[in-house]
């Protein structure tokens, strides 16, 4: 014979482990330590290499970033429209030249 399944358990009820019981409630705080300043080089990551590629005057092509960076074209753009337009708030521009899709960004001021 089987029991319903709507029937209860008759298992003993769990008891709080001794990692759970010693347990400290709340969270913790820490001293919030004072923020370095933003340093002047940018370090040599693949999205750094697109924002140079991109503040250059003559800008980049999708083909440029793909060699520079040995991602796939369509990661280019993701990155493009994701991190650096989006995250890093810069304003990506995109002519098309001479049959070729040219993006840039202005240059930071000084």
Do not use: C, F
């Amino acid at each position: 014979m089987t029991k319903p399944k709507n029937a209860p358990s008759t298992k003993p009820a769990k008891t709080p482990t001794k990692k759970a019981a010693a347990a400290k409630p709340g969270p913790q705080t820490r001293p919030v330590a004072a923020a370095a300043p933003p340093s002047v080089e940018r370090p040599k990551s693949k999205l750094a290499m697109l924002i140079d590629l991109l503040e250059r005057a003559e800008g980049m092509t999708i083909s440029q970033a793909v060699e520079a960076t040995s991602w796939q074209a369509h990661s280019v753009r993701g990155a493009m429209a994701g991190s650096i337009k989006k995250k890093l708030g810069h304003d990506v521009s995109s002519e098309k030249i001479d049959g070729q899709r040219i993006y840039r960004i202005a240059p930071k001021a000084d």
